[in-house]
């Protein structure tokens, strides 16, 4: 009997040849009517739980969401290919201007970062040259730059630096008579140098009081200006070019007063609508290629997006029948657990990928148009949906047995992992944390700035062994040296231990499993003896 799985309702007989209309004849009526009902349910509960092949051999429906689904990952996977190219592109050209940026206003830069910070100056005399020698390279910066880059406009729609510099309000200090007199309250002072005022004699903006930095007061000195450049490289790819606006900010950091400035860069590229592009050649008709196979894969979502709703309704309307049916004939309510086998999560995780994929193309588009520049938020889109359609290729590999056993297996262990991962994790959070209070201030890999506790979860604490050895050798014997042995040393020996009981709970299982086949084998083999199995009958 061909049935669709939508068809889930009979048509009630009213009339039955031969039959007369009395009591009899409506019991048996309803009793027909009871029984076709269930085995039309049975039907289609048989049908609903069935893979595409099967269903294919019991009705000949093609699958047409497996075919979509593959094809759907194909034009996907290319588009997340394409898209990732492109981006690299863009990250490229960040850290290679942030990288050349400072390389042109930071006084003795080495091109490694000295830890969190870029470089160090140590006497008042280089913090003096270091802070000239920025202000004087944006001045000539269109005679020694190698980038395509030029001034900008910056908070104050305005060309040129600005310069502030944070303070103690007032305050006198005498180290050799340990003697402070200081007010805590900060002043912010700042001045603005426009390109007129940097093409006169540099003394006189150089002589000025607001350079006569008291170092004792002195907080931080911030050095910021805007630059704009333009990102040429995408044209070899036949892609329209990026215009890009830089807020670079140059931070001389004297909070800590101990003798050490840190100078920190920091710039904020941000893209931005180029006003005027006139490119020749074959780059216009590429992007259209590109526009027309981004909108292609919005069609494939939205038509997996439809088939896989419309799944979703036609299960909880069967589901609403079974709840009625087993409701009428057994006078019972079906438990929450068959009820949620109604629900295919694959098809919902499907769903959930076709709208990213959607969201995300049309962010493509736009971008490629260039009436959008929001790279980030399209990659998290393309990349979690991309994620989702491959996860969803397992569902497919369950259908063979030899994959459907790793599956089960996976589905049965998946509550043992995760709670063996609560227990160490909270092995680990108490490792972590005795280890940064106790070990963090000594250790090369810490911070000591009070911003850096946000990463602690990114610590190992095996990695810290070989390191904190040879930090505990120059260490004189101190409390600190016995804890931190002891961390050090019980970490990785306490998951040791566990690895080791792991292994023994193994070698056990399989010693018992071999033992169990060599038993059964001597019972299969095991002659029997007439006489005994006449004792046995008696």
Not at 199 to 214: A, H, I
Not at 288 to 315: K, P
Not at 412 to 432: E, H, N, Q, W
Not at 449 to 461: A, E, I, V
Request: net charge positive; hydrophobic share 40%; charged share 20%.
């Amino acid at each position: 009997m061909r049935r669709a799985v939508e068809a889930l309702d009979l048509p009630v007989w009213d009339c039955v040849s031969g039959l007369s209309r009395g009591p009899g004849h409506r019991n048996v009526m309803a009793h027909i009517d009871s029984e076709v009902k269930e085995e039309c349910l049975r039907e289609d509960l048989k049908f609903y739980f069935m893979n595409p092949c099967e269903k294919y051999r019991a009705r000949h429906q093609i699958p047409w969401k497996l075919g979509l689904q593959i094809l759907k990952i194909l034009m996907v996977t290319t588009q997340l290919v394409r898209f990732g190219l492109s981006n690299q592109l863009v990250v490229a050209f960040k850290e290679d201007s942030t990288v050349a940026f400072k390389h042109l206003f930071l006084k003795g830069y080495s091109g490694i970062d000295e830890d969190d910070y870029s470089c160090s100056v140590y006497t008042q005399e280089d913090t003096y040259e270091s802070i000239f020698f920025a202000i004087n390279q944006y001045h000539h910066l269109k005679n020694i730059t190698l980038g395509t880059v030029a001034y900008g406009e910056n908070e104050d729609n305005r060309n040129g630096l600005k310069v502030c510099k944070q303070h103690y309000k007032k305050g006198t200090m005498l180290p050799s008579n340990e003697t402070l007199n200081i007010d805590s309250d900060v002043e912010t002072e700042c001045i603005h140098l426009s390109l007129q005022v940097l093409s006169k004699n540099p003394q006189d903006w150089k002589n000025s009081s607001f350079f006569c930095l008291e170092f004792y007061r002195l907080l931080q000195i911030e050095i910021s200006f805007q630059l704009k450049g333009i990102d040429l490289q995408t044209i070899r790819s036949r892609e329209l070019p990026d215009c890009y606006v830089f807020q670079n900010r140059i931070t001389y950091d004297n909070k800590a007063h101990s003798g050490k400035i840190k100078i920190y860069f920091d710039s904020d590229a941000n893209i931005e609508e180029c006003k005027v592009l006139n490119i020749s050649g074959s780059i216009q008709k590429n992007t259209q290629y590109v526009l027309v196979f981004d909108a292609f894969v919005i069609v494939i979502c939205l038509a997996s997006l439809i088939l896989c709703t419309r799944s979703i309704i036609l299960a909880l309307r069967l589901r609403k029948r079974f709840l009625n049916f087993f409701l009428e004939k057994y006078k019972r309510h079906v438990c929450d657990a068959d009820q949620w086998k109604f629900i295919n999560g694959w098809y919902v995780l499907v769903i959930i990928s076709d709208l990213m994929t959607i969201i995300g193309s049309i962010l493509k588009m736009e971008i490629k148009a260039k009436n959008l520049t929001n790279y980030d938020l399209c990659s998290i889109l393309l990349g979690t949906s991309t994620l989702f359609v491959w996860v969803g290729v397992i569902r497919y590999l369950g259908y063979f047995q030899t994959y459907n056993v790793l599956i089960l297996t996976m589905q049965a262990s998946l509550p043992k992992v995760l709670r063996f991962c609560a227990c160490a994790g909270m092995i680990y959070l108490g490792y972590t944390f005795c280890g940064w209070i106790v070990l963090g201030p000594y250790h090369d890999k810490v911070c000591r700035d009070n911003s850096s506790f946000h990463k602690l979860g990114t610590w190992d604490p095996y990695t810290w062994v070989f390191s904190t050895y040879l930090l505990l050798t120059l260490l004189q014997h101190t409390p600190v040296t016995s804890v931190s042995t002891h961390l050090c040393v019980g970490f990785p020996f306490l998951f040791r231990i566990l690895k080791g009981l792991q292994d023994i709970k193994r070698k056990i299982a399989r010693n018992q499993r071999a033992h169990f086949i060599i038993v059964r084998d001597r019972l299969k083999v095991s002659p029997v003896n007439p006489a005994d199995h006449q004792m046995r009958n008696v």
